[in-house]
């Protein structure tokens, strides 16, 4: 190690354009990663929001939520085998406030169950992102094509579907305004499930897990498949700067590894001094990285979609040391490689 610090001390201008480099790539990739889980959130948080479980659509629908429609026997044939088993639908639209302004929300209607929220006859349950657009509890919402009013009862924190604010409105109301009697999905909870450790299978019905469900949002898989491609490429160019930066230091120090070597110095003990190298460079960038991130999170407007947890920032970082550890040692493989004599006559011409 101290060898190691001694060269960069050495070297400061080769080893701060490496480290601004990584602290760059780095600090990009937690930015991108905070806006993919964001942009998450934003399109799904009232999926995500659920806890583990199998969710049911008709076989029929070929996958989209909005072509489901489950009948009342289908429904009293889960309701027979998981009495916990809860029914919704979701349905986009709009309403407009009492200052006469549209708004686009997603309207959500479920049976009575703990993870839904419980809403009466003529009121309506927001996402609070519209209370910091100035609903309040007691504003009425209409529809051109409602016969009534809404009264805003409360608010609940992130429930958002496809990008819109979730509505929970009671299933009656529901049936009223998009004139339908039958629940769209049905959704068992892991923890109800009774009699086995395995989600029941239904006839004409087809089971999704959280994440296979996500997948059926439109523009979900898509747009996090995007994301996180960028995320993967920066990692995988943070790894061959590493690889191609200690390459042409190495071909420029054959000759100094010769002596070290014809002295006694062992192979690992140089490599030691490389990945040291590498850990000192990946640590500082990183942790300018983290805290730049994270300041961005706490001082971004609060309609940005970016959240970036630390599980996630942690996983990120060990990623990229991981990265930069492979990216060193395959430059590294010359050393071994390299004859004390050849390297000492090389360094010489």
């Known amino acids: ?5 001694k060269e960069m001390k050495k070297n400061k201008l080769r080893y701060t354009i490496l480290g601004s480099i990584i602290f760059l790539i780095s600090l990009l990739t937690f930015i991108i990663s905070g806006l993919a ?10 999926i995500k929001n659920l806890p583990n479980g199998t969710f049911y659509m008709e076989e029929e629908a070929d996958e989209t939520y909005n072509f489901s429609s489950l009948s009342e026997e289908q429904q009293q044939e889960i309701t027979d085998g998981q009495s916990e088993a809860a029914f919704f639908s979701i349905q986009m639209g709009n309403f407009i406030d009492t200052s006469d302004k549209q708004r686009s929300v997603a309207y959500v209607a479920s049976t009575d169950n703990m993870d839904f929220p419980e809403v009466d006859a003529g009121e309506v349950i927001l996402d609070a992102s519209l209370e910091e657009e100035g609903i309040a ?10 016969e009534q009013p809404l009264t805003v009862a409360g608010f609940v924190s992130h429930e958002k579907f496809s990008h819109s604010a ?17 629940m769209q ?45 960028i995320v993967i490429f920066l990692l995988v160019i943070s790894g061959m700067l590493f690889a191609i930066f200690f390459y042409m230091i190495n071909v420029q120090k054959l000759g100094i590894y010769g002596i070290l070597k014809a002295i006694g110095v062992k192979t690992g003990k140089l490599f030691q001094m490389m990945w040291a190298q590498m850990l000192i ?25 970016f959240h970036l947890t630390w599980p996630v920032t942690g996983l990120l970082s060990l990623v990229f040391i991981a990265i930069g550890f492979i990216g060193a040692t395959l430059s590294g493989i010359q050393i071994k490689r390299v004859e004390p004599m050849q390297a000492i006559q090389q360094g010489e011409m």
């Open 166 to 182: 979730a509505a929970f409105i009671n299933p009656n109301d529901f049936s009223a305004f998009f004139h339908t009697e039958a």
């Open 185 to 229: 999905m049905a959704f068992i909870a892991d923890s109800d499930i009774q009699g086995t450790n395995e989600a029941p299978a239904f006839e004409e019905l087809q089971a999704f897990s959280n994440s296979d469900f996500l997948n059926t949002i439109p523009s979900y898989s898509a747009e996090q498949m995007s994301l996180n491609m």
């Open 37 to 46: 889980n964001g942009l998450s959130q934003d399109n799904a948080s009232l």
């Open 137 to 146: 509890v007691g504003d009425e919402i209409t529809n051109e094509q409602w």
């Open 281 to 305: 460079i990946s640590v500082i960038s990183l942790i300018l990285s983290i805290i730049i991130s994270q300041s961005f999170q706490l001082l971004a407007p609060s309609g940005m979609p």
């Open 1 to 5: 190690m101290n060898m190691a610090w």
